[in-house]
């Protein structure tokens, strides 16, 4: 089957550094991006990784290793506005669909 | 550079109604997507365009659910008629190629749509 899992909350301290982890089950996709999204807007791309390793984007960071099924979101120097939902998402080789994960609400405390 | 346009913000409606919702994509982007959102999980694609094509459908119920792409531009997502499992956020996206590695997506503020 095809599912990306994701904790689907996150607390973290202003300033702090956090990881949002992804997990994935499917048997090839493309790349792993991550999109952000404040309560009541629009998702908003954030970074993608099509090859194993590191993509650095200012504050953000993402990194791939497929041969662990597992991706993460590294936000450092963390700011109140950082306080979102942010979804791991995936285009599937076999049938290039597109899936979403259930996303990660990152509370940031003062 | 305009965004994802998209109309109503909000829609308020009693089962069995029918709605239909409005997207104007970023001008020059081919690919259009159609996801629906329910509270709490993550966007769930119910169509996607190619120009004026449809690449995916897989996704949407066709028995009630129906979207063109007129001119391979502004397209409309209909629903008819509504059921309370239906409320949710319809967003739509944009993006310039169907890439299928880098895929960015820009994404519309969706319509809140509330099925009583």
């Known amino acids: 089957g095809q599912s990306l899992e994701q904790p689907s909350e996150v607390t973290a301290v202003e300033g702090a550094i956090v990881q949002i982890n992804c997990t994935y089950q499917?048997?090839?996709?493309?790349?792993l991006s991550w999109y952000q999204q404040h309560d009541g807007g629009a998702p908003t791309f954030l970074s993608y990784n099509g090859l194993d390793g590191l993509e650095e984007t200012g504050r953000f960071s993402s990194f791939l290793s497929r041969s662990d099924s597992y991706g993460y979101l590294l936000l450092q120097e963390l700011q109140m506005k950082d306080s979102a939902s942010y979804f791991c998402?995936?285009?599937?080789?076999?049938?290039?669909?597109?899936?979403f994960g259930k996303g990660t609400r990152l509370h940031i405390l003062p | 550079e305009a965004g994802v346009a998209q109309s109503p913000r909000y829609k308020i409606i009693e089962k069995r109604q029918s709605v239909a919702f409005w997207c104007n994509p970023i001008s020059g982007h081919a690919t259009l997507y159609w996801y629906q959102q329910i509270l709490g999980q993550g966007p769930k694609l119910l169509i996607q365009?190619?120009?004026?094509?449809?690449?995916?459908d897989s996704q949407l119920p066709k028995d009630r659910f129906s979207a063109e792409r007129l001119k391979g531009v502004d397209s409309t997502l209909k629903i008819q008629p509504a059921k309370l499992e239906d409320s949710a956020v319809y967003l739509c996206?944009?993006?310039?190629?169907?890439?299928?590695?880098?895929?960015?997506?820009?994404f519309g503020a969706g319509t809140r749509l509330s099925v009583l």
């Open positions: 996206a944009s993006s310039l190629t169907p890439d299928l590695a880098k895929n960015i997506q820009y």
């Open positions: 365009f190619q120009n004026n094509g449809v690449v995916d």
């Open positions: 499917t048997s090839g996709f493309y790349g």
């Open positions: 998402a995936v285009r599937d080789r076999r049938d290039d669909k597109i899936i």
